[in-house]
């Protein structure tokens, strides 16, 4: 089975507006309108309760009227959602919003446009829309063929748009570490291939004993700095992680760093700040709440975090510094891997979105 699915599995505001966005992506006139939340919401409830929604504490039937809250709240939530989305993505959101008459602000309806156009490598939406993508297979917002081997594409697509945006939000060099790598080598060769790079630091020269022998990665998928002017040790260092799956809230590095620095000759690179990017916002996860404005919640969850997994990339930071290191010179992307491969990320999911769109029109 292939296509756009019911959104189900939606737990709260953001699973709603990634529907909501694939659903624009998808269409062919490329748009969403806020009928469609309202009549996706119904047929839910329907589902749910057998044609008829009661009271939790009464048990009586209730009434159109107040059931049409139900689906008001969430057109207006999954509103709120894309304003703050376009907020914090800025020009690499590929989505915009319309409302019924020229010049007016929100009042129940609105349609959200595609602005992504055709999927090419010099695409700059081409970043936000792997994720959104990526997230809609996890979520089971759209459906293919064959999963395992879409999240997998996916999965490595994803690792090389996190590169360009580790390397864009540095503006310095940016060295793709995580296994599989493209060079096919082992953990030590490539260890050693980065710290060559950086300039500084030496790798032991054989595998100690007592250390693990078909070591992939040791946990870091991303290895990047800036340098200073002069070219010297003593620059600040960033190791990553990319996660993509329900498990990535245990992917800090912080059990994984100090493991690492034993394949470092004395001294070890210092100071490391560790790093996380996913495909998803990084609020995705947490339950819709009035006790404060939405917005101001999903940046208190963030800054939490953030004393665990240090430097945090989620879709919106990936999709806009992605971009920025896309649209550095020639000799300064050049730094940063995976800047080469950009063109196959807009094939296969040009590919992606073609085989998607077919089923849906089937």
């Keep these: 089975m292939t296509g756009l699915l019911p959104p189900t599995k939606a737990q709260n505001r953001s699973h709603w507006t990634d529907w909501f966005e694939i659903s624009a992506l998808l269409s062919s006139e490329g748009t969403a309108h806020s009928h469609g939340l309202r009549k996706q919401q119904r047929l839910l409830s329907d589902e749910d309760d057998h044609g008829i929604l009661t009271d939790p504490v009464t048990g009586e039937a209730l009434e159109a009227e107040i059931l049409d809250e139900k689906t008001d709240k969430l057109v207006e939530q999954v509103y709120e959602e894309i304003t703050l989305r376009i907020k914090l993505c800025g020009d690499a959101y590929p989505f915009e919003l319309h409302y019924p008459e020229e010049g007016a602000v929100f009042s129940g309806q609105f349609t959200l446009r595609s602005r992504a156009g055709a999927i090419t490598a010099d695409n700059h939406f081409v970043f936000y829309i792997l994720a959104l993508l990526e997230t809609g297979l996890r979520d089971q917002i759209i459906a293919v063929a064959d999963v395992n081997t879409s999240n997998h594409r996916l999965g490595l697509l994803f690792q090389i748009a996190s590169c360009l945006a580790v390397g864009g939000y540095l503006r310095g060099h940016s060295v793709w570490f995580g296994f599989p790598r493209p060079e096919k080598t082992a953990f030590l060769p490539a260890l050693r291939s980065a710290m060559t790079r950086f300039g500084s630091h030496k790798v032991v020269e054989a595998i100690p004993p007592g250390f693990p022998a078909a070591l992939k990665d040791g946990g870091i ?109 020639p000799e300064d992307r050049a730094r940063i891997d995976g800047a080469d491969q950009v063109g196959a990320i807009a094939d296969w999911l040009s590919e992606l979105v073609d085989e998607i769109k077919e089923k849906k029109a089937a």
């Design 221 to 329: 998928d991303i290895i990047a700095w800036l340098d200073f002017y002069d070219g010297r040790g003593a620059r600040s260092v960033l190791f990553a992680q990319v996660a993509s799956g329900y498990d990535w809230e245990g992917k800090t590095l912080q059990g994984f760093l100090p493991k690492f620095m034993n394949w470092f000759m004395p001294p070890a690179p210092a100071p490391v700040k560790p790093a996380l990017l996913i495909p998803f916002p990084f609020h995705h996860d947490i339950a819709d709440d009035d006790d404060a404005p939405w917005a101001e919640r999903a940046n208190g969850w963030l800054l939490y975090q953030s004393s665990d997994f240090g430097v945090i990339f989620d879709r919106f930071r990936v999709a806009r510094c992605a971009a920025v290191a896309m649209a550095m010179s």
